[in-house]
């Protein structure tokens, strides 16, 4: 990823700040952060998941086995045209 050490340092205050982020100083190395999830972290995560999981059944609903795997093939081709 090509991101300014700035934009991480102010995502991931935000993030820390609003309850999902632990942050630690590393022992070994005092210029190093440890970053840990939170178990509100690991919650939200969990239900978008889910979230996740639920659409894609609903998109594919009434879709056979073929066309999901055509759908896959294309989509990954599309995917690779953009790198």
């Given at each position: 990823m090509n991101v300014a050490h700035?934009?991480?340092?102010?995502i991931v205050s935000r993030l820390e700040k609003n309850g999902f982020l632990k942050c630690y100083v590393d022992e070994a190395d005092k210029r190093n952060k440890i970053v840990c999830l939170t178990e509100k972290a690991i919650d939200v995560g969990e239900q978008m998941n889910a979230e996740i999981e639920m659409?894609?059944?609903?998109?594919?609903?009434?879709?056979?086995?073929d066309d999901i795997n055509s759908l896959r093939r294309i989509l990954k081709t599309i995917y690779n045209n953009l790198e």
């Open positions: 700035p934009t991480v340092v102010g659409n894609e059944k609903k998109l594919l609903n009434n879709l056979s086995d």
